[in-house]
């Protein structure tokens, strides 16, 4: 096996100091020709820097993290996609872990990332104690919590969709088309998302002067799996509208309603909460709440920057919580209805 090249070669080939080969590593001030020259010798010798050991001197590693509850879903997707994008503009790499939506992977993956001395993290919460996530956010590796809250969070930033008001508005939507027997299908109602939209249902129904019926109340895992459980367990209630808390529970609901024999939205509309490709894919194309993923994925990475290049400042704690928007399409009967054509 050939050994690595030094600092040391690359500099005897550049004919300059090793100081002026570490300040062109880090990208500090260096004369033109002097930075060309050691460029051309790293080229030249296929030089790769000791990451580790640059960390250990600068304590800077220009890595960040972000924790993701499901790699398959979409959502989750493109929040990487738009954090990264904000990261790479500033210098900094971005790596992912998935937690397969289990709480002790949660605290497991941000305790690995900080042994990799990432700059800072962005937590796509799944809920739990925020114990782990406070001590690390303490020890000067800044966490951004996004999506779901932790219990007892402490000056911990966070981005956050208005999960009340979006329920109560894609729940008034089937309220003022006409429905009158709505039922829900939540997510693990430990998260602080699925709770909020619960609420944001409730509250809705007693607006426009509908009885609540408890056991049109389904919990179920965000995976169209739990959403074909669900509408399997709601179908005796006779339902002729489902509020899903995410894209795949929606996906799962009307798989279930045609396995089952009954067409959407003639007989049950369905409509739910996220925004994919897959919406729009599915037949009949899904009416949806649309989270602002982008948005949300953008606004964490510039808060996780701000900390992080103001870490010696005493920083008040900022939670961003950002709107949905209402896409009506044809699963929930509102074109039908008015005897329009999509």
């Keep these: 096996m050939a050994s690595k090249v030094t600092i040391i070669e690359v500099a005897k080939e550049a004919g300059v100091g090793t100081s002026t080969v570490s300040r062109v590593l ?103 104690k925020a114990n782990v996530a406070n001590q690390i956010n303490k020890d000067d590796c800044p966490i951004v919590v996004i999506d779901n809250k932790l219990d007892n969070m402490q000056d911990l930033d966070s981005v956050m969709v208005d999960n009340v008001k979006s329920a109560y508005s894609l729940t008034e939507h089937l309220c003022m088309i006409g429905y009158r027997r709505i ?48 509408v399997s367990s709601l179908l005796y209630k006779k339902p002729d509208a489902i509020v899903a808390a995410n894209n795949h529970l929606a996906i799962g609901a009307i798989t279930e309603i045609r396995k089952s024999g009954f067409e959407v939205p003639d007989d049950i509309a369905v409509v739910g909460f996220d925004d994919t490709e897959v919406g729009e894919l599915i037949d009949p194309p899904l009416t949806i709440m649309s989270q602002p993923a982008v948005e949300i994925g953008e606004t964490a990475a510039r808060l996780l920057l701000h900390r992080i290049c103001n870490e010696n400042e005493t920083i008040p704690s900022q939670e961003r919580v950002l709107p949905a928007r209402l896409i009506v399409r044809s699963s929930c009967g509102f074109y039908k209805k008015l005897g329009q054509i999509v």
């Design 183 to 230: 039922a829900i299908i939540t997510g693990p109602l430990e998260q602080s998302s699925a709770l909020e939209r619960l609420l944001g249902y409730r509250r809705a129904l007693a607006d426009y002067n509908l009885q609540l019926d408890e056991e049109m109340i389904r919990e179920a895992d965000f995976t169209i799996r739990g959403g074909r459980d669900a």
């Design 26 to 128: 880090n990208a500090q001030s260096v004369s033109h020709e002097k930075r060309q020259a050691v460029l051309h010798a790293i080229r030249k010798l296929n030089y790769r820097p000791n990451l580790m050991a640059r960390n250990l001197r600068t304590n800077v590693s220009k890595i960040c993290g972000l924790v993701i509850p499901d790699i398959c879903n979409s959502f989750f997707g493109q929040i990487a996609g738009a954090a990264g994008a904000i990261l790479e503009k500033q210098g900094y790499e971005l790596i992912i872990a998935n937690t397969g939506q289990k709480t002790e992977k949660q605290n497991d993956a941000m305790q690995t990332m900080v042994s990799r001395q990432v700059d800072g993290i962005m937590l796509c919460a799944i809920g739990g």
